[in-house]
């Protein structure tokens, strides 16, 4: 434990982090364990890990694993059961220090990825179902390498009209709690377009927001954006109080925490946008 640099405590007990990727994920670091330390220390009551399942079997990008025990293996269903036993065996021993451990995933949309999360949900009893939309046209937009490849294509009312035609196809399989950081283009389109896109969204937004209502998915305030260099969180306050105010679930707080001290990141600020931040992932 003594090379993980652990979090502040938060000035308030009781906070939830819907959104945290512990070393399952390739791109993170610190173990399950380490992340509910690190909850604990930062006074939340509740953590819900989100290993990414990206499995687009025509990604133009890398090949995405699943590490596991140190080891990438593909991203089968079958491979996440290590994680989903680790997950649980936390929750065991957590809950009674009082921390609360829910069992998530984000799983990288594509159009047909209906049938392999079928498969998931059958086979785990996942609390928490994150929709992660990171590839357009099997382009993931939002790598270092990747997102030139895809912004040389299109202006930036393309990219939204694109990135929003999918936030409305994942709401319509009915398969998702909550779309992970809307307008995720943002991470890297605000450096290549320049502000023009931060208004992109606006000719798309009605109908997201019919369609997110209809199928009761939720959307989360996820605040990777700032440790990002942006300004704002994903989705833009904007965006957030347009959402709330046409009705759309908007309560999951998540950090995107892809190491422990990253926990319940910049919650300080983001608690006050969320009327019911104690409420949890099972809800
Ligand atoms: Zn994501
Ligand atoms: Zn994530």
Redesign the pocket.
């Known amino acids: 434990m003594s090379d993980i640099i652990m979090p502040k405590p938060l000035p308030m007990e009781g906070l939830v982090d819907c959104h945290c990727h512990c070393d399952y994920s390739i791109d993170a670091t610190g173990t399950i364990e380490q992340f509910c330390e690190a909850a604990l220390q930062r006074n939340l009551a509740e953590i819900c890990f989100t290993t990414?399942f990206d499995a687009n079997p025509h990604t133009q990008g890398d090949i995405e694993y699943i590490r596991v025990k140190g080891q990438n293996l593909p991203t089968t269903v079958e491979n996440l059961a290590p994680y989903v036993d680790d997950v649980r065996a936390a929750a065991d021993k957590f809950y009674p220090r009082g921390l609360s451990v829910k069992l998530g995933i984000?799983i990288g949309w594509y159009r047909g990825c209906e049938e392999i999360v079928a498969e998931m949900t059958n086979r785990y009893n996942f609390d928490y179902l994150l929709c992660?939309i990171?590839e357009l046209d099997n382009i993931c937009f939002c790598s270092r390498h990747g997102h030139e490849r895809f912004f040389a294509r299109f202006n930036a009312e393309q990219v939204a009209e694109k990135y929003f035609t999918e936030v409305i196809a994942a709401a319509r399989t009915d398969l998702f709690d909550t779309i992970?950081?809307l307008a995720?283009y943002l991470r890297s389109g605000i450096e290549y377009y320049s502000d023009s896109i931060l208004d992109a969204h606006r000719p798309y937004l009605q109908d997201t927001f019919d369609t997110l209502i209809a199928t009761e998915t939720g959307i989360e305030i996820n605040t990777s954006a700032l440790r990002h260099g942006l300004k704002d969180y994903y989705p833009p306050v904007k965006i957030i109080n347009a959402a709330r105010k046409a009705g759309v679930d908007v309560n999951f707080l998540g950090s995107?925490a892809h190491s422990p001290e990253q926990v319940g990141f910049d919650f300080e600020a983001a608690s006050a946008l969320v009327p019911d931040p104690l409420r949890g992932c099972e809800e």
């Open positions: 990414h984000e992660g990171h992970a950081h995720y995107d």
